[in-house]
């Protein structure tokens, strides 16, 4: 396997592991306002993901960063194509992080519910801005023989992106209230189970039609192309029964594989292409045209093989050491408590 193919692989698990990780903390930050009915159940379940988000924000960070230095005539067009939408992205990913901070600097209800609808919408906004950029690569831009962009902001905003970025949203709720059943107690939990297992019939339908339409989309062929898509209807039909029997760790797990195979097989299509051209399939960008020097790639992998796996090492301990589930706080306390008995999640 060559480097170019080798780094390929690499940022598709980033994007991957980033909806895997972030997806129920997004999930989380949008359904926290619904599934919560005081501030008090509101602010437990904001912390249920309180010691993870900003780490699962790496992902997409080294994601970016990962296309910048392997690939960057891929970063160059795709980015400078989505300035604006990029402005967005970031703004809403600024409005949910300072809400963690902020929410609870004042005892004001209306300053609470203020940094709780911030949280709200910037958490419904990423997973639709990332899918229709992601979307966009497989179906194709107006990029021209130079490898830049000729379309305007209106031309990102293709039907099939727009699909993909509906899709990660709704199965960003679902990967969220399943989290929540996992990690709450009492009432929040049964409305949590409830939530999810509304969600579940949405999104299997809207994975289906992402499979059929990825599948018109794309000519990868069955095993790089058809079957992740399948694998993923599995996956969430496996995850809606698993919520039905009140499963908790098999629907869990069912959600974290229905979002990781959408995500990844938006990759599998795409490859050998990086960002396809709709003015013609010629300009289209590859995996080889737009890829550093050996030598940059190289160096990646040497700093990528050392430090990978010691970041994985701490983002699991991270999970284990949060494990507990959080319960509603005893009369006059500030803080959320654990679970009565303590039992892990």
Same mark, same amino acid.
């Given at each position: 396997?060559?480097?170019?193919?080798?780094? *390929?692989?690499?940022?598709?698990?980033?994007?991957?592991?980033?909806?895997?990780?972030?997806? *129920?903390?997004?999930?989380? +930050?949008?359904?926290?306002?619904?599934? $919560?009915?005081?501030?008090?159940?509101?602010?437990?379940?904001?912390?249920?993901? +309180?010691?993870?988000?900003? $780490?699962?924000?790496?992902?997409?960070?080294?994601?970016?960063?990962?296309?910048?230095?392997?690939?960057?005539?891929?970063?160059?067009?795709?980015?400078?194509?989505?300035?604006?939408?990029?402005?967005?992205?970031?703004?809403?990913?600024?409005?949910?992080?300072?809400?963690?901070?902020?929410?609870?600097?004042? =005892?004001?209800?209306?300053?609470?519910?203020?940094?709780?609808?911030?949280?709200?919408?910037?958490?419904?906004?990423?997973?639709?801005?990332?899918?229709?950029?992601?979307?966009?690569?497989?179906?194709?831009?107006?990029?021209?023989?130079?490898?830049?962009?000729? $379309?305007?902001?209106?031309? %990102?905003?293709?039907?099939?992106?727009?699909?993909?970025?509906?899709?990660?949203?709704?199965?960003?709720?679902?990967?969220?209230?399943?989290?929540?059943?996992?990690?709450?107690?009492? =009432?929040?939990?049964?409305?949590?189970?409830?939530?999810?297992?509304?969600?579940?019939?949405?999104?299997?339908?809207?994975?289906?039609?992402?499979?059929?339409?990825?599948?018109?989309?794309?000519?990868?062929?069955?095993?790089?192309?058809?079957?992740?898509?399948? %694998?993923?209807?599995?996956?969430?039909?496996?995850?809606?029964?698993?919520?039905?029997?009140?499963? =908790?760790?098999?629907? *869990?797990?069912?959600?974290?594989?229905?979002?990781?195979?959408?995500?990844?097989?938006?990759?599998?299509?795409?490859?050998?292409?990086?960002?396809?051209?709709?003015?013609?399939?010629?300009?289209?960008?590859?995996?080889?045209?737009?890829?550093?020097?050996?030598?940059? %790639?190289?160096?990646?992998?040497?700093?990528?093989?050392?430090?990978?796996?010691?970041?994985?090492?701490?983002?699991?301990?991270?999970?284990?050491?949060?494990?507990?589930?959080?319960?509603?706080?005893?009369?006059?306390?500030?803080?959320?408590?654990?679970?009565?008995? +303590?039992?892990?999640?």
């Amino acid at each position: 396997m060559s480097l170019p193919i080798f780094w *390929f692989g690499v940022v598709a698990v980033f994007w991957t592991g980033f909806f895997v990780l972030e997806g *129920f903390d997004l999930g989380v +930050g949008v359904l926290h306002r619904f599934i $919560g009915r005081t501030d008090d159940e509101r602010r437990v379940l904001i912390n249920t993901v +309180g010691p993870f988000w900003d $780490g699962n924000e790496v992902w997409l960070i080294v994601g970016g960063a990962a296309i910048f230095a392997a690939f960057p005539g891929w970063y160059a067009t795709w980015f400078s194509a989505g300035y604006l939408a990029l402005v967005l992205l970031l703004v809403a990913l600024m409005a949910r992080g300072v809400s963690f901070e902020w929410r609870g600097r004042r =005892e004001s209800l209306r300053w609470r519910d203020g940094w709780s609808w911030s949280m709200c919408i910037g958490s419904a906004l990423i997973p639709v801005l990332l899918g229709v950029a992601l979307g966009d690569l497989l179906v194709g831009l107006p990029v021209g023989s130079n490898q830049e962009y000729t $379309g305007t902001f209106w031309d %990102l905003l293709t039907p099939y992106g727009v699909f993909v970025g509906v899709t990660l949203l709704l199965l960003s709720l679902q990967h969220g209230a399943t989290f929540l059943g996992l990690r709450t107690l009492d =009432e929040l939990r049964a409305r949590s189970h409830r939530v999810a297992w509304v969600l579940a019939w949405p999104a299997f339908l809207v994975v289906v039609g992402y499979a059929v339409w990825t599948a018109v989309v794309s000519d990868r062929g069955f095993w790089w192309g058809v079957l992740p898509t399948v %694998l993923a209807v599995v996956a969430s039909f496996v995850a809606g029964g698993a919520l039905h029997r009140r499963a =908790e760790g098999l629907a *869990f797990t069912g959600t974290a594989a229905t979002i990781g195979l959408v995500v990844l097989s938006l990759f599998t299509n795409l490859y050998p292409d990086v960002l396809v051209s709709s003015t013609n399939p010629a300009y289209s960008l590859t995996v080889a045209n737009t890829a550093s020097s050996h030598y940059a %790639l190289q160096v990646m992998t040497v700093v990528a093989l050392v430090l990978l796996p010691v970041v994985l090492a701490y983002q699991a301990w991270t999970y284990v050491v949060f494990r507990r589930r959080l319960a509603l706080p005893p009369a006059g306390s500030t803080e959320p408590s654990p679970s009565k008995q +303590g039992a892990p999640a």
